[in-house]
Structure formats: C-alpha cells, structure tokens
T-cell receptor, first 116, second 116 residues
Framework: GAGVSQSPSNKVTEKGKDVELRCDPI?????LYWYRQSLGQGLEFLIY????????KSGLPSDRFSAERTGGSVSTLTIQRTQQEDSAVYLC??????????????FGPGTRLTVL | AQKVTQAQTEISVVEKEDVTLDCVYE???????LFWYKQPPSGELVFLIR??????QNEISGRYSWNFQKSTSSFNFTITASQVVDSAVYFC?????????????FGKGTKLTVNP
C-alpha cells in the first residue's frame, strides 16, 4: 500500500508569509506526528495526533505554529508569519498506535521549507 | 528528561569493514523503547529496529546487529561487512511509555560513509 505522503515536497516563501504543509498518513494509522529536521537542531518533535485530537503539542516552537487533523486522516501544519529560522525539512510520520512504543513510525519524504 | 546521545558525528570506513554506531540514552522511566532509523541520501527515514526496556536480548538481522545494555544505558548498532549501500545517516531514538504521546526523541545522528 501507499506510504506516508507529504506536499509540497519543496516550498520557498518570503519572510512574513504564511505556509501550509500537508500530510497524508498511511490508511488506518490513528497516530500522526510532525517533526522538524534542521542542521542546527537535528530531528525535533513538534506535535502528536491521536485521531483528530492533539494530546501532545509540546514541541511546537511558538504560537506561529499550529496543526490540525480532520477525519482522522489528513493533517495540515500551518506556520504563520514565517521567519528564516523556520527553514527546515518538516517530516510527518504515522503509526498504528497499538500501545506506547509498540509501533514503528513510518515517515514521509518531508517538505523542505526555505524562508527567504 | 529524555535524551539520546550519538557521540560519533561522522564515521568513514572501507567496504567490508565492520562498524559500530554508539547510542547512549537517558530516561527516568522504567518502561521505554529504543529505535534505530536509517536516513539514506534520498532523505526518507527508514525504520530498522525497535527494542523495549524489558528485553535485553541482542538481535541480529543479516549483517545488522544490536547490543542493548541497560547497565550502561546503551543501544549500539553494528554493521558487519559494510557495503557502499550502507552509507547513510543513522539515528537512534527513545520513546517513553509514560505520557502517552509515543513521540520519538532522536539523537543527532551518525553519518556513515562506506567507501569502495
């Protein structure tokens, strides 16, 4: 079956603009995660969804970052008023969530965001 | 707090050499899970292995083997008879059972280059 897909694959935007990044998880996966990968910070957790709710938003770096998930499937990560430090690869992952730690997370190819 | 340390930033070996990638973790939980992921030049993170804190049995999968030692909080990864296709960045990660989010805390990664 299809893996996790993300769009766009690349996004270049100007400082101050808003961007939306999309993630389509593997069908049937109830858990969805957003991570960010940058040279300076490595791989950082941003937010976790179980179904449509987000019980862990602890990794969102500021209130400019928000995410939602609808229908227990597609998720959108929105960054408002982008800053140059937001430049990174944004990775989405999904898992079956049969219980804590029991499931491998399957990652998408990522969206490379460049803020000029 | 959770923390994963991969002290080796880059390793370069010649094909057919054995190589060990080190991973040291910190957690206050008694139940936790450890993972290794591979990120080839194409960029997509690939799951390699999951281990829970109650299972210290070492695992071998083909040329790959993992050594989990709770006494030293280490989960090292060995590639035997390395091949050029093993060239990638390898990430060690930790997930705690408490808290429920199942988020992964990653090390900074070790870039492995296997030269022909």
């Amino acid at each position: 079956g299809a893996g996790v897909s993300q769009s766009p694959s690349n996004k270049v935007t100007e400082k101050g603009k808003d961007v939306e990044l999309r993630c389509d998880p593997i069908s049937g996966h109830t858990a969805l995660y957003w991570y960010r990968q940058s040279l300076g910070q490595g791989l950082e957790f941003l937010i976790y969804f179980q179904g449509n709710s987000a019980p862990d938003k602890s990794g969102l770096p500021s209130d400019r970052f928000s995410a939602e998930r609808t229908g227990g499937s597609v998720s959108t990560l929105t960054i408002q008023r982008t800053q140059q430090e937001d430049s990174a690869v944004y990775l989405c992952a999904s898992s079956l969530s049969r219980g804590a730690g029991l499931n491998e997370q399957f990652f998408g190819p990522g969206t490379r965001l460049t803020v000029l | 707090a959770q923390k994963v340390t991969q002290a080796q930033t880059e390793i370069s070996v010649v094909e057919k050499e054995d190589v060990t990638l080190d991973c040291v973790y910190e957690t206050r939980d008694t139940t936790y899970y450890l993972f290794w992921y591979k990120q080839p030049p194409s960029g997509e993170l690939v799951f390699l292995i999951r281990r829970n804190s109650f299972d210290e049995q070492n695992e071998i999968s083909g040329r790959y083997s993992w050594n989990f030692q709770k006494s030293t909080s280490s989960f090292n990864f060995t590639i035997t008879a390395s091949q050029v296709v093993d060239s990638a960045v390898y990430f060690c990660a930790l997930s705690e059972a408490q808290g429920g989010s199942e988020k992964l805390v990653f090390g900074k990664g070790t870039k492995l280059t296997v030269n022909p």
